[in-house]
């Protein structure tokens, strides 16, 4: 999949953000590099002919015109010890988009394209800086949004992620060479131990298991943890959403059914990034469109993460209240009493009668009770969700990976059967060894590859 240095076209591109600032950063890879900077850049102190790596001040000026453009940082940066592994040269200006244009202008005038998102990146994977999981991670550290999001973005980066993946590649590759030395060589007086297999294959499955069932927690990691407020009508969950969010998001009033559609807020609560979702409250519906607020509740309520079932403690337990309990008793929840700064009219026995044995009293008006509020959703939500040294962020690592898992336990169900049909069994681990690859680039097809890079931005 490496592409040869002397048919790579010279890309370029601005590197930072769109919009004035302080600096803006034009990239340009390729073997054009070093021969456009020397031809636009004019540097304050001479030799013209930039040293690698160094910073120098200068000018940027159109050869054509004779014009400088601005002033600039410049550097040059030999390969193969840069980002792409090409030569790369880097214009330091000032930020603003006149200044930008203008220089990436002169640079395209002198043979360079502008790269295609994530261009790049890409070229680092194709010249075998990174591979294609490292690839995926730059995204994702660009994306981080919490503190651990980062920190696994950053070790994957590292390649802690396509260092375990290497490691079950050698475990089914040492499988597969005994798996088809018993196929050559079935009557040679050759000691070939494939049951010794066994255990290892079955450790790499085990494995391979728990990154999987670790999805739910690395796309909650990324995307946010659901958590739904759901309640009857006028117990204050859009208040409770405004209170925990310290903003109007929500249109609070004393008419019940006030909110119709989903509202969503994202909260960071202990680094973890928690969705907050209020809803239309739970009733017999007056209306169709009430009653269409009501049905997506439903549906959310079996996706969310959490659900915070918020009751009026000024109020007493109501059919309305055990007709909202009868739809999300099933669910991982938390029990809000909202309203205690108005006289308690709730029973709390009534929650006894429902095995429920602990909830939060809180004022959304006051903000009494919040912090406990939010203490809970984390420790709820983490419950049985431990943050483990490895998580699968992605849904095309993990639905790869399931299909492993598939193609091992039918090669390990084949040896545990004496063997037989050595040749299905190891086409199953070469299919295996394939689909590893389709993770780590290896394997992994054009499009898989324009749909990868695709995501990321210009200059990246």
């Known amino acids: 999949m490496e592409t040869p240095a002397e048919s790579v076209e010279t890309i370029c591109a601005v590197s930072t953000p769109p919009g004035e600032g302080g600096i803006s950063i034009i990239r340009i890879s390729g073997p054009n590099a070093r021969r456009i900077l020397e031809t636009v850049f004019r540097p304050r102190v001479r030799p013209k002919k930039p040293a ?159 990154l999987v069932s670790s999805y739910y927690e690395g796309k909650g990691l990324k995307s946010g943890f659901a958590v739904l407020i759901a309640g009857r009508t006028n117990v204050g969950k859009s208040s409770f959403l405004n209170a925990l969010a310290l903003k109007e998001r929500a249109i609070v009033t004393d008419l019940p059914g006030t909110t119709r559609d989903l509202i969503e807020e994202t909260l960071y609560i202990g680094g973890m990034k928690v969705r907050l979702i209020d809803t239309a409250g739970i009733r017999t519906p007056e209306n169709i469109v009430e009653e269409e607020g009501i049905r997506r509740v439903k549906e959310r309520a079996a996706e969310a993460d959490l659900i915070a079932w918020v009751i009026d403690g000024s109020q007493p337990y109501s059919d309305e209240d055990r007709h909202v309990y009868n ?54 939500i983490l419950r049985k969700k431990r943050r483990r040294p490895l998580l699968i962020t992605t849904l095309r690592h993990r639905d790869i990976l399931e299909k492993i898992s598939h193609n091992i336990g039918r090669v390990i169900e084949g040896l545990k059967n004496n063997g037989h049909h050595a040749e299905l069994l190891a086409f199953e681990l070469q299919e295996a060894l394939h689909r590893l690859g389709e993770i780590t680039g290896e394997t992994c097809t054009e499009d898989i590859l324009d749909m990868i890079f695709g995501q990321f931005c210009i200059g990246k």
């Open 52 to 210: 690698n790596g160094l910073l120098r001040l200068g000018y940027i000026y159109d050869p054509a015109s004779g014009t400088d453009l601005d002033e600039v940082f410049a550097v040059f940066m030999k390969a193969p010890g840069t980002y792409t592994r090409e030569d790369v040269a880097e214009i330091h200006s000032h930020g603003g988009f006149a200044a930008q244009s203008a220089i990436v202008k002169v640079i395209l005038g002198q043979g360079a394209r502008l790269a295609d998102p994530g261009e790049f990146t890409k070229r680092a994977f194709l010249n075998g800086r990174i591979d294609l999981v490292q690839a995926e991670s730059v995204l994702d550290v660009i994306k981080s949004e919490t503190d651990e999001e980062l920190k696994y973005a950053v070790g994957y980066l590292k390649g802690r992620l396509s260092k375990k993946i290497y490691a079950l590649r050698d475990v089914l590759k040492g499988a597969l060479a005994a798996l088809e030395a018993s196929i050559d060589f079935p009557e040679e007086d050759i000691d070939i131990d494939l049951y010794g297999h066994l255990a290892a294959l079955a450790k790499a499955r085990n494995e391979i298991d728990g």
């Open 327 to 380: 739809e999300i008793s099933q669910y991982n929840k938390i029990v809000i009493v909202n309203k205690s700064d108005l006289e308690k009219r709730f029973d709390i026995n009534v929650l006894k009668s429902l095995n429920i044995k602990s909830y939060i009293n809180i004022s959304s008006r006051t903000g009494a009770g919040l912090d406990e509020a939010k203490n809970s959703i984390f420790s709820h």
